[in-house]
């Protein structure tokens, strides 16, 4: 069972830096294609950004230019670099990983966006 775990949540002020990680549990080039989502409070969970195997990447239109994903393989790790933050951004973060026959995700992470 592949488990992983996000971090690097918290409070930050509208126009402030997070990264979030994820540590998984097992080699990343097991997985066709890893990314994050988030959930607003009262909203569905939407996708923030993709990255697949070969290293493509995908974001929702309302962070583009402002996060960044990005892994490193050696550490099993995804990042989810994020600039200019907006209060629209606050949300449970999560971490979702598929092999294509399976798919994965972590608890998430909180990320509070407010003055």
């Known amino acids: 069972q592949v488990q992983l775990v996000e971090s690097g949540g918290g409070l930050v002020q509208p126009g402030g830096s997070l990264r979030l990680s994820c540590a998984a549990s097992a080699r990343l080039i097991n997985f066709i294609a890893m990314g994050w989502y988030r959930q607003a409070p009262g909203k569905e969970r939407e996708l923030v950004a993709v990255i697949t195997s070969g290293g493509p990447t995908t974001y929702a239109d309302s962070v583009k230019g402002r996060f960044t994903i990005s892994r490193e393989i050696a550490k099993n790790t995804l990042y989810l670099q994020m600039n200019s933050l907006k209060p629209e951004d606050t949300g449970v973060y999560y971490c979702?990983?598929?092999?294509?026959?399976?798919?994965?995700w972590g608890k998430g992470t909180l990320v509070t966006v407010s003055s």
């Open positions: 979702h990983s598929t092999t294509g026959r399976m798919d994965y």
